[in-house]
């Protein structure tokens, strides 16, 4: 008999876990405490790498830090044609009347656990509600898009890995525009491409970018390189397989990307809204809108949101538009967490520093 | 046995906690495969032997714990955990009786029902088939493991006077 009531127990709960968001918050909360079995779990390997850190000989580190300077050295060269070409890009997008392009931002994160389950792809990190992780936000690594949350504890975030079997993503080749979409497949270093003409023009060495049209993932990130282009007369489709540019098992250091969800309408709206009220009320005073971000800590949210409006229209040097000057921080979109997420953390930052950091990301308008 | 009171009862959660430990400890990925079934291990043996604190109720809401830190469904390893302390329970008295060996070849029968039903419970939840064969590998390891298991938690259970 209690066989039977505590199978018919469980029976319901995966039903309602598995069609109602009721028993999300009793999850998250029992996460708090559980949680910390994986961080537990990973501590050997922790201390393991910090011995060997602590050991390291003195030429090993003073070569690292010799190739670290090189390296720095080519990406700031790097970054000093973005800024102009930044520049140049928003000034295109307004010749076309296109919205202008919004620099996303990006808190960084540490894997904390991999999934037990080898069937699945799932990793843990260390960032969760508290830090403003929401349901299906992306997460890259400094080579490529990784995959999205796809479920948010109080202090740690799971995510799901492109290459679950579970998992597809809108991509474009970038050489031409060719849209696709790439489906995970079990392998942690295999995409396929789904339903692609056998005359596509598509090609081994092709980079496959994000496409942004699931509105889940930003666009224009790496997702993979097409490693094999399959024409088989008996197959309707051709078979195209890819590689990720992501290190999906290996990367140690995660970027969760904060773009702004909103469309081009609702962010002028925004602004406008924002500029009025900046106008109307005096500085330094939360604005009542920047209350209503569906984040756990409203009351952050206020003060960071707030003196944005008020401060001089010079910080944010990225945007040239002229509805864009005014700074709309202050509503931030339903999912929209940026607001308390920039100031707790000092690791977050811009993904191009052409806007100073200081600044929540310039968001452009029609 | 039953209506002794209670004595050391931490030691039984502790374990408990170290299985839970033990199953998202970090593993090389071709072993991964084959990782023991850590709770299921420890539940049967506190089943098996202190009945009387240590049945379904305590096996669900173990299998919860594990439901969210694996991130499946919520019950799904509630209800796996329930089944094998049910099967368990039900062969106790003779499982008791049994030397090492047959004990483990039971586990073995009950274990795989478990994973099984397990399977099933990952299909109906919407992910992918994994190979059947393959999936079933954990069962093998728990129960070669289960005279190694045995040995060490009877050693604690007379030390500590678990009751």
């Not at chain 2, 994973?115 to 059947?132: D, K, Y």
Request: hydrophobic share 45%.
């Amino acid at each position: 008999m209690r066989l039977l009531a505590l199978v018919v127990l469980s029976v319901a709960l995966m039903v309602v876990d598995a069609r109602f968001n009721s028993l999300k918050p009793v999850r998250s909360e029992m996460g708090l405490v559980l949680m910390p079995f994986y961080w537990l779990a990973e501590m050997p390997a922790r201390l393991w790498d910090g011995m060997t850190e602590q050991i390291t000989s003195r030429s090993t580190l003073m070569a690292e830090n010799e190739k670290l300077k090189a390296e720095a050295l080519l990406m700031q060269r790097r970054l000093q044609k973005l800024a102009a070409l930044t520049e140049q890009n928003v000034r295109l997008r307004e010749l076309l009347n296109s919205s202008a392009l919004v620099d996303d931002e990006v808190l960084a994160a540490e894997l904390i656990g991999v999934d037990p389950n080898p069937y699945t792809h799932r990793i843990l990190i260390d960032k969760g509600e508290k830090d403003g992780v929401f349901l299906g936000q992306p997460v890259l690594d400094a080579s490529g898009l990784m995959g999205q949350v796809v479920e948010v504890m109080p202090y740690t975030a799971r995510v799901l890995l492109l290459t679950d079997s579970t998992h597809s993503i809108p991509v474009q080749v970038n050489r031409n525009g060719l849209r696709a979409i790439a489906s995970g497949t079990g392998n942690p270093e295999r995409l396929e491409l789904r339903h692609v003409a056998d005359t596509a023009d598509i090609k081994v060495g092709d980079l496959l970018v994000s496409s942004g049209l699931g509105q889940r993932f930003p666009s224009g990130y790496p997702v993979a390189t097409v490693t094999e282009v399959v024409h088989d007369a008996g197959q309707p489709f051709a078979i195209v397989r890819a590689m990720p540019t992501a290190a999906l098992n290996r990367s140690r250091y995660l970027l969760l990307v904060f773009t702004d969800q909103r469309t081009p309408e609702q962010r002028a709206n925004d602004s406008a809204i924002a500029a009025e009220q900046a106008a109307e009320a005096p500085a330094g005073e939360a604005t009542p809108a920047s209350g209503s971000a569906a984040t756990a800590e409203p009351t952050p949210a206020a003060p960071t949101a707030a003196p944005a409006p008020a401060t001089p229209n010079a910080t944010t040097p990225n945007t040239a538009t002229p509805n864009a000057r005014t700074p709309s921080t202050a509503a931030p979109g339903p999912s929209d967490a940026r607001g308390p997420d920039a100031p707790p953390s000092p690791s977050s930052e811009q993904t191009r520093p052409s806007t100073p950091p200081a600044v929540p990301a310039d968001q452009g308008a029609q | 046995m039953i209506g002794t009171r209670p004595n050391n009862g931490w030691v039984i959660w502790l374990t408990f906690a170290i299985g839970l430990l033990l199953s998202v400890a970090p593993m090389p990925e071709f072993m991964e495969v084959g990782r023991p079934l850590w709770v299921a291990l420890f539940l049967s043996y506190w089943t098996l032997y202190v009945p009387h604190r240590i049945g379904m109720g305590t096996a669900w809401l173990l299998g919860l714990a594990a439901d969210v830190l694996y991130g499946t469904l919520l019950g799904q390893n509630a209800l796996v955990l329930t089944l094998v302390a049910f099967l368990v329970l039900l062969l106790q008295q003779r499982l008791r009786m049994f030397p090492m060996w047959q004990q483990s070849l039971v586990l073995l029968v009950v274990f795989g029902l478990a994973q099984l039903v397990r399977l099933w419970l990952n299909v109906l939840a919407g992910s992918p088939p994994p190979p059947t064969l393959p999936f079933l590998l954990p069962v093998l390891v728990s129960a070669l493991l289960w005279p190694w298991m045995f040995v060490a938690l009877r050693g604690i259970r007379t030390r500590l006077q678990v009751n």
